[in-house]
């Protein structure tokens, strides 16, 4: 079974900081997603990554960044987060041509 | 742009009954459908799919129908459970863009022992 791995399930922080999400998949998969999740609005592409070092941005970009450095590891930062980015954030990967993704566990992060 | 639209943000049903949860989408084009379960505090899991070249696709108590004429496809689970209770999302992928997809914005079900 493929696993993805996020490593909080819940965080508190405040407003300003720098957050680190961080996300681990152990099937060799190419493409890595984060989402984020809100009432009403479904769940939202922030950033993905199709090979290592490589990033593209998604639907809704603005106050994040992302890493990948490794095949394995797609890390979520947000440079200076804000009561706005509260949210559940999904991680999620595919290998190259799949029917669908495999999602983490989910974090849910809470700015205060 | 909703390509993807769920238009009940919420049902709840009797244990035993029918659950009947839809989704629309805009985009003639789409070539399969995915339908995913979530719980609060876990992330989806991929519940269903179903291909454009087919109508319905059964797996146990969940059947997809899929009307591509009315751009339509519906999620039925028979009979319901009180462990369905969860959020289900219906997702189409985007084409040409390496494995992303186009999300509904989630039915809450909630099944009444």
């Known amino acids: 079974d493929v696993k993805v791995t996020q490593s909080s399930r819940y965080l508190v922080k405040r407003t300003g900081e720098k957050v680190f999400l961080e996300c681990v998949q152990d099937?060799?998969?190419?493409?890595m997603f984060w989402y984020r999740q809100d009432p009403g609005l479904g769940l939202r592409l922030i950033y993905f990554?199709?090979?290592?070092?490589?990033?593209e941005k998604g639907d809704i970009p603005e106050g994040y960044s992302v890493s990948r450095e490794k095949k394995e590891r797609f890390s979520l930062i947000l440079e200076s987060a804000s009561t706005n980015q509260t949210s559940m954030y999904l991680c999620?990967?595919?290998?190259?041509?799949?029917?669908?993704?495999?999602f983490g566990s989910g974090t849910r992060l809470t700015v205060v | 742009d909703q390509q993807v639209k769920q238009n009940s943000p919420s049902l709840s049903v009797q244990e035993g009954r029918i659950s009947i949860l839809n989704c629309d989408y805009t985009?003639?084009?789409?070539?399969?459908f995915l339908w995913y379960k979530k719980y609060p505090a876990e992330g989806p899991t991929f519940l269903i799919s179903i291909s454009s070249i087919k109508d319905k696709n059964e797996d146990g108590r969940f059947t997809v129908f899929l009307n591509k004429s009315a751009k339509h496809l519906s999620l039925h689970i028979v009979p319901s459970q009180p462990g369905d209770s969860a959020v289900y999302f219906c997702a189409a992928p985007k084409r040409l863009t390496g494995n992303q997809f186009y999300f509904g914005t989630g039915t809450s079900l909630t099944v009444i022992p």
């Open positions: 985009n003639s084009m789409f070539d399969y």
């Open positions: 099937m060799d998969h190419e493409n």
């Open positions: 990554s199709y090979d290592v070092k490589m990033k």
């Open positions: 999620a990967s595919t290998p190259t041509a799949n029917y669908g993704y495999t």
